[in-house]
């Protein structure tokens, strides 16, 4: 943020231009807390109708791996920030020469590539020494590879089946992790010709998430620990915190994301998602950008996640992150068959006026994240269950929370 | 909301567009409540670089006194609302002709004009039965007008200065309202020529606000009723709930609020000031829209009075009202000497990380609002503290709250 960038708006008292590749609904609740800030945000969108570009003033249209799109929309910014973690390393080096980047090339490489992180976190020996660890994993490129893999489990005692297969970046039609449960369905991913780990199938009791955020600085911020719910590759439910963790797991995921990020060198936020297994916790993913598991924090945080994020990638003080309420209840809302979203919302907030709901402009398709509910308040089964029958009703779903 | 509207979003599941009439920072957080509603909002601004017109994706440039510009940014919106009460009567019912208007013109009057408004409310009985009353008043159009006012009050046995001249509508150079101790000062206010009520001073203990939304349907909602201090005319203080207001003042504030939006057919948001006054409440000010004394609940409410706001003009059910703190406190930051408000945003934030500071993108002027913080938690002076001295930093300004 040199004295160029500040003479370019005097009239605003030298407010930086934060600029965030991608334009989904991160970019969307992160153009929101902008607003507050004061500061200029702008989104580079693939086309005008996506969900960030429908409401910011400043949406700039281009392709993420075109390095001249890139360089066009760094050059107006102080800072540039990611949505997503697709954009190539080559394109991060020219965007690089133009703005500072947060996070950097360097941690980023550890959200994008799964055999890096892995090798990194397995290289940390302070978390072994504390209970936490990574699944068994193996760099996988035939079916050979991934038998002897499955052999090598069941030789040290464990099932041989079954595999977890992870593409080592991206994935195809939008899928990166695959439970195979034998030789036809290893046959079949591999058939895909991507870069793949094999990983073993953690049993776990439950899915956390860590979220923390780190600045310039080094200075760092830790949210309550969250209590998640995957089904099919996609979060559908988070409880904050989460319900019934011992303060010593709490405090050990805490550590653990202030480490991550630290060692990582991460600015912004980094989430880590967790398996509770037995007394350990186990690494299951790294985003370094605002994460669904930190939803909740836009209606029960004193600074919400897409504020932090702000804040840390701007190299400003840290918000605090304490919840405002006792339990939070967080529910996404997946498309289903009804495009006419805005029709259920108003039966939504007739039944609960407390329920918060927020939509993100974008077209409805089964399956589709299209929105969410919070609620917050004291009694979690309560909070599920009204959280859960609006996102069920505007889903035109009929989904159960875990254990009911 | 007919078909033809529905028809021209048909991606977006048929969601509604709200168009706002001026681009100050009511509007700029209207749309920050907008995007989480994921409906599509509109602001009509003088100029780009308005307050709103910055982070509003859909801005449209015009004279909210021309009624072609009116015509032609009401006819792309399903329902129009306001950021200030200044759109003429005459343009008002041109628009009507293509949008829905709510507050409706015929509502609205009422806070365009004072006399309209003191006949209307000096009217409704059930006010002075409840010890609700509105200052006593004269339209006066000379000195020798504002001299009769005056000595009436005197052989009422009250005193004959100071007396109160308000702008029937509107005022000059900024300001509505004088508060004038002698002749002189009268023949002042009286040598600008514009329409003048004569108002008694009110003697009061403190002044209240009582923020309530009202829908089409007729469903309204009320906040809890909030202290304010106004200083040279400006809001500088807001403590939610009011300190020590006897459940019996707060209950009669709340009716009152109620009261008069449904008297008048308010749709959307009625801000109601008042003083405390003995056991009286004396009715002040009235708003359409959002109103500074409700800031407070972005941050500490359920529903934020913006959200609330678009949902009411909207005809959407109504959000909860309650605060989800014991006590916030919110102080609005005026312009002070230095034009970096960024600069020292920093210095507060690494002071105070729970404070919430909301800046509006205005250009620094002395005295002029260019945003606000807000602080909760439970202990009403020493969030009054915090919220003063991070206001006070953020304006380079050295006032004190009221009290100490």
Redesign the interface.
Known sequence: MGDDNRSRE???????VVGMVGAGQLA??T??A????????RVLAAAP?ESA?????R?VIGDYTSAGDLLGFGIGCDVVTFDHEHVPGAQLAVLGQVTAIRPGPEALVFAQDKLAMRNRLSSLRALSGRGVRCPRYRHVGTLADVLDFAADEHAAGRPEWPVVLKAISGGYDGRGVWICDSKEAVREVLSHGIALLAEEYVPFERELAVLVARSPKGQG?CYPVVQTVQRDGICREVIAPAPGLSPELAERAQWLGLSIAAELGVTGLLAVELFESGTELVINELAMRPHNSGHWT?D?A??SQFEQHL?AVLD?????TAS??ASVVMVNVLGGH??????R??HV??AD??V?????????RPGRKV?HVTV?GDDVERLRDRAWRAANYLSLGTEQPAGH
């Open positions: 005097p009239g605003h008292g030298g407010t930086p969307r609740m153009a929101q902008a607003i507050g800030l004061g500061i200029e945000f109708g570009a429908q409401v910011c003033a949406t911020a836009i029960a004193v600074t804040r400003l003080p840290l918000g605090g405002t309420a009804d495009p006419d979203l805005y029709s919302l108003v907030m007739a006026p407390v918060k709901v927020h939509l993100y402009g974008k077209q409805v929105g917050a």
